[in-house]
Structures are given as C-alpha cells and as structure tokens.
C-alpha cells in the first residue's frame, strides 16, 4: 500500500527537511531599473529581510498610508484568538519562519529608502512545494513599476534553482484594479473566483487567484528579462 507524506519515516523526513532550506537572509538587487525599462524613476530597487531597524520607517509609511491600503489589508476574523504583534515581535517570528523554511518576509528598498513589502508565507514543501505571495508599495512610488518589478524578482527567485519552488499563487480582490494589472502585466495565469478566501477590512472577501508553476517559466529570461521587453 502507498504510504501518504504524513506516514514517512524519521529518516526520509529528516531528509525533506534538509532539502527545503534556503539562505537566509536573501536579498534580491536590480540595478540600473529606468536604463533597463523595468521600471520609471528608480535607479536601484533591493529586496531584503525585514529587520527590526526598520520600526520607524516601516511605521511612517504605513501610518501615511493607511487610507489607500486600508481596504485592502488582511484582517483578523471577529472573535478570533490571535492578537496582532508589535513590530519587533513580528519580525522574529518572520525571520524564525523564514529560517524554519516557510516564509520569506521580504521588504522592498527604492534607492535606499523603505517603500513596501513582498511577504511570501506560507511557503510549503513536500507533496506541495509551493508558496503565496503578496505585496504592498507606498503611494510615493505607485504607478512607477516599482512592485511590477519586485514581484518579478521575488518569482524568478522561487522558481529558479535558489529556492526550487514548483508553484506560486498570488490572491487578489476582484475591486483592486491595481493589483489585477499588475498579475496580468507579468503573465500570471488567472485560476478564478475563490469565495470568502481571507478576511480583509474586517470582512470575509472573495479574492481572484493568479498562479504560475515552474514548467511556464519554460528556458526563456525570466520574469524581469521579460518585464525589460515590454
């Protein structure tokens, strides 16, 4: 009889275990961004792990923010046992995710300054090998390509022999045109309607899910060879 992943044994787990590591920290550069077409305005664009440092400027943005990416922010669920972290909490329990293998709390840098997110969680192995991604820019830089183009390189990171990932999947709320244009933009094939998927606002959503599996990244330049050919 077929033996399911939760029935291996010690050794073959300890074995899975050693397989689904990355370095961490990571971080992911793009140099000469505007000369390149890949985005408009930046020189640079770096992708990093989030560190505590970042309290004040990751807190300024948001805090500047917060009306724009309000509605479309994740929420905890009414009643729901949990309680939100303070910053520095939150970023140990990232980075110890991200070393345990199931995160990459990724944040993004426009010439040297905070500007968002690109959290990948949960990252999952086995039978899977899979992760989600989401992301978050601040409203000084939207519109630039400055996300278009950390989305991509956090993709090509995944998919490509550092991490080895087989599938990524991005969820989006059907309202958020933005981030909609943004899938299409880099090619993500869209797999439909998904009811009630995560509370957002305080509410349960419907979101849209984009996906890409490794065998559609085929032998060609990748997610931000193809952003520079647009």
Do not use: K
């Amino acid at each position: 009889m077929r033996g399911f992943p939760g029935s291996l044994g010690a050794g073959v787990r300890a074995a899975v275990r050693r397989r689904r590591r990355f370095a961490w920290p990571a971080t992911l550069t793009a140099s000469a961004v505007t000369e390149r077409g890949l985005a408009r305005g930046p020189e640079t664009v770096r992708l990093r792990a989030v560190r505590r440092a970042d309290e004040r400027a990751w807190c300024a943005l948001r805090l500047a923010d917060d009306a724009r990416l309000t509605p479309w922010e994740a929420t905890l669920p009414a009643g729901s046992p949990e309680t939100l972290r303070p910053f520095p909490a939150y970023v140990r329990q990232q980075n110890r995710l991200a070393r345990r293998g199931t995160a990459m709390p990724f944040v993004v840098e426009v010439d040297g300054v905070l500007a968002g997110q690109v959290p990948v969680a949960p990252i999952q192995w086995g039978a899977f090998s899979s992760a989600t991604l989401g992301y978050w820019i601040g409203g000084r830089w939207e519109g630039q390509g400055v996300m278009a183009l950390s989305v991509a390189m956090v993709l090509d990171h995944l998919l490509g022999p550092e991490v080895g990932l087989h599938r990524v999947e991005i969820n989006v709320r059907p309202e958020n045109a933005r981030s909609l244009a943004l899938c299409r933009r880099l090619g993500l094939r869209e797999e439909g309607l998904r009811r009630g998927l995560m509370n957002i606002d305080g509410a349960w959503a419907d979101h849209l899910s984009f996906a890409v599996v490794a065998e559609e990244m085929g032998s060609g330049p990748g997610f931000v060879g193809r952003l520079g050919r647009m």
